[in-house]
């Protein structure tokens, strides 16, 4: 259960931080206002807090395993939103971040 728990918060906290980072993008570089930006900064505001509910205390690693999850999730990010297309290479790249991510999350570890 704590694995399920954990996929979940990193699940949240991609929502918010790489959403957050969209509607920023959105609001200045597409031109769509300020309340668009507003909104993003917001949803980046709230990304801060979801790490602190990992069951893992280690920040570093906390931080680093959920680098695997923005990078597979901001191109699926990009594929919902922006109708981009990953190639194979992009794709390899995620499984290979997603890899590294399980591994440092949830290794087995005596003690630490």
């Given at each position: 259960m704590?694995?399920?728990?954990?996929a979940a918060l990193f699940v949240?906290?991609?929502?918010?931080?790489?959403?957050?980072a969209w509607l920023v993008w959105q609001g200045v570089r597409e031109h769509r206002?300020?309340?668009?930006?507003?909104?993003?900064?917001?949803s980046l505001g709230a990304y801060g807090f979801v790490a602190t509910f990992?069951?893992?205390?280690?920040?570093?690693?906390?931080?680093?395993?959920?680098?695997g999850i923005f990078v597979a999730g901001s191109?699926?990010?990009?594929?919902?939103?922006?109708?981009?297309?990953?190639d194979r290479w992009d794709l390899t790249g995620a499984?290979?971040?997603?890899a590294g991510m399980a591994v440092i999350?949830?290794?087995?570890?005596?003690?630490?």
């Open positions: 704590p694995i399920l728990r954990s949240v906290a991609a929502l918010f931080e790489i959403g957050g206002g300020w309340l668009w930006a507003v909104g993003g900064v917001l990992q069951p893992d205390a280690h920040f570093g690693r906390v931080l680093a395993a959920y680098g191109l699926l990010w990009g594929v919902i939103a922006d109708g981009y297309r990953p499984l290979v971040c997603l999350m949830w290794a087995p570890r005596n003690g630490g």
